[in-house]
């Protein structure tokens, strides 16, 4: 059974959303048979017609937390999901942030078209067909955000936006593949602004690496620094000083994960360059 992951967008940060030196258009994957959409910010559903990505086939969409680089398309592939709101269908599983509340960026009346709408808190398991998925904590400005692991062929964590504490990496330990939201070059400890800081930075990022060492990290989710700086060189960087392999995911590549479990031996990087 073939198991990829794309990534639509590679990236994160107001200043990049706005201006969309990289997208931010979320992530889409087929795994043991289940096709989802994670986190459909701002250009998935533009990206996703370019890319020719299945969505009338979606099986679900998942949103990690409620900020607008997340969740701002998330309606947009509910109609795509349901025939254009013609077939009750599919799966919508997000945050109590992003599904429950009077701010919610996902209506009522778009959650009305799903087959099932699961609002998630940490620590929870759930499935996709036979895909079991299991939710981690996050420390974030959205006191409700939530991680995802998934339990495919290869073990594979979504960190989601999230600062580094080493309770939240255990969470992940034993996964093969960690996909990181990288979004700082260097927080800058002087800067007044800490409601901010609950991203990581490249030091937090080597931090996870460290502690959960999985066989392959990704990063992605890039704010105006790395981008600037050029992410190949953080990854690089992170590869040296963890020895886990690390790839900077760039806008529509391919990962082929297929395989047996917990191993990535096979894994085929579709795209994989500066």
């Known amino acids: 059974m073939a198991s990829k992951i794309q990534f639509l967008g590679t990236g994160g940060g107001r200043i990049n959303m706005i201006q969309q030196l990289r997208a931010t258009a979320g992530i889409y994957a087929e795994l043991m048979g289940a096709k989802i959409y994670i986190d459909p910010g701002p250009g998935a559903l533009i990206k996703s017609r370019a890319q020719k990505i299945p969505l009338p086939k979606l099986d679900a969409i998942l949103l990690s937390h409620c900020h607008i680089d997340h969740t701002n398309d998330a309606a947009a592939l509910i109609e795509a999901m349901t025939h254009g709101t013609r077939k009750k269908r599919g799966i919508l599983a997000g945050s109590v942030s992003a599904l429950e509340g009077p701010d919610k960026p996902v209506s009522s009346y778009h959650q009305g078209f799903v087959s099932k709408s699961l609002t998630l808190r940490p620590d929870e398991e759930f499935s996709i067909g036979k895909l079991k998925i299991t939710t981690t904590p996050t420390e974030h400005t959205d006191k409700t955000g939530i991680g995802f692991i998934f339990h495919a062929e290869n073990t594979i964590s979504y960190l989601s936006d999230t600062n580094y504490t080493k309770k939240i990496a255990k969470n992940h330990i034993g996964s093969g593949i960690i996909i990181l939201n990288c979004l700082y070059l260097k927080w800058d400890d002087s800067k007044a602004d800490t409601y901010s800081q609950k991203h990581m930075d490249v ?24 981008i600037k700086h050029g992410p190949w060189k953080v990854a690089q960087e992170i590869q040296e000083e963890t020895g886990v392999k690390t790839i900077a995911a760039r806008d529509n590549q391919v990962f082929d994960i297929g395989g047996k479990k917990g191993k990535t031996g096979n894994l085929k990087v579709w795209g994989e360059k500066k």
């Open 203 to 226: 030091e937090d990022t080597k931090k996870f690496v460290k502690d959960i060492n999985p066989e392959l990290a990704i990063i992605q989710h890039f704010g105006m620094g790395i």
